[in-house]
T-cell receptor, first 115, second 114 residues
Framework: AQKITQTQPGMFVQEKEAVTLDCTYDTSDPSYGLFWYKQPSSGEMIFLIYQGSYDQQNATEGRYSLNFQKARKSANLVISASQLGDSAMYFCAMRDYNYGQNFVFGPGTRLSVLP | EPEVTQTPSHQVTQMGQEVILRCVPISNHLYFYWYRQILGQKVEFLVSFYNNEISEKSEIFDDQFSVERPDGSNFTLKIRSTKLEDSAMYFC????????????FGDGTRLSIL
């Protein structure tokens, strides 16, 4: 069965610094996709970044990058130059080819950016 | 940028009543989903829908739940006889294809069962 682990229930970071949010996953399927979503206190789910299991390079999207270590089954989100508006819950999610089209989400990490 | 819209943003319903949550997916998307998030917990998959039929559903999606695409734009989740434990945020999502396309989520409907 699929499983996503996010071991950091809460993280603090100083404004303008970089922060890494951890995500490890478990799947037996060689073909899968990893996604990060941001959930501000207002509740909506905002797609941030995607990494495919066959992608040769780590995904980047503006201030977001994904540190993908396939052998370790980890897909950590790196946020550079943190801003106050980055304070939110961050969810790692996975979809693997054989499990269907739905996402399995991790428990989330609450990031607080300090001024 | 196109977005998924959900109505209402908050629904309060008496236990045992039927409730319909509405979603308008992104117009060129073909795959539709419902997820729920109980307060303080992770997001859980309920059901996926493609080509006017359910393609997958989770154990949570029992006989009291149903989905429908009544016209070319709306996608609805009906809970027939609500229970207290149905209180949650319900998210609709859509994607434009198979493969590993990101699913784009609506802002959610907060359902409160009294």
């Amino acid at each position: 069965a699929q499983k996503i682990t996010q071991t950091q229930p809460g993280m603090f970071v100083q404004e303008k610094e970089a922060v890494t949010l951890d995500c490890t996953y478990d799947t037996s399927d060689p073909s899968y996709g990893l996604f990060w979503y941001k959930q501000p206190s207002s509740g909506e789910m905002i797609f941030l970044i995607y990494q495919g299991s066959y992608d040769q390079q780590n995904a980047t999207e503006g201030r977001y990058s994904l540190n993908f270590q396939k052998a370790r089954k980890s897909a950590n989100l790196v946020i550079s130059a943190s801003q106050l508006g980055d304070s939110a819950m961050y969810f790692c999610a996975m979809r693997d080819y054989n499990y269907g089209q739905n996402f399995v989400f991790g428990p989330g990490t609450r990031l607080s950016v300090l001024p | 940028e196109p977005e998924v819209t959900q109505t209402p943003s908050h629904q309060v319903t008496q236990m045992g009543q039927e409730v319909i949550l509405r979603c308008v997916p992104i117009s060129n998307h073909l795959y539709f989903y419902w997820y729920r998030q109980i307060l303080g917990q992770k997001v859980e998959f309920l059901v996926s829908f493609y080509n006017n039929e359910i393609s997958e559903k989770s154990e949570i999606f029992d006989d009291q739940f149903s989905v429908e695409r009544p016209d070319g734009s709306n996608f609805t989740l009906k809970i027939r006889s609500t229970k207290l434990e149905d209180s949650a945020m319900y998210f609709c999502a859509s994607s434009d294809g198979t493969g590993f396309q990101p699913q784009h989520f609506g802002d959610g409907t907060r359902l409160s069962i009294l």
